[in-house]
């Protein structure tokens, strides 16, 4: 993160997946999915960016409640939706 900055993670990140979901809409063949699952799984320093934009916002007393609530967020969006 120091030479992309975590606001410029949470932007590449997302453009990544979704360059990445359109990639996968438009695969024609199988096999095409191995390289954009290479591409997808670059995606992932969205999360972790997004955690350090939002835990810098508050205060240090108040973090063990952030990250228990960034928890139960994701916690609730894997029961809803697929991981």
Not at 1 to 6: A, N
Not at 16 to 22: E, H, Q, R
Not at 46 to 61: E, M
């Amino acid at each position: 993160m120091p030479k992309l900055g975590y606001h410029r993670a949470v932007y590449i990140g997302l453009l990544i997946y979704g360059a990445s979901f359109l990639l996968f809409a438009i695969a024609g063949e199988g096999w095409m999915m191995f390289p954009i699952l290479f591409l997808y799984g670059l995606g992932g320093i969205f999360g972790p960016s997004l955690q350090g934009v939002i835990s810098n916002q508050v205060p240090a007393n108040e973090q063990g409640e952030l990250q228990g609530t960034f928890t139960s967020l994701i916690s609730l969006t894997n029961i809803v939706g697929p991981s």
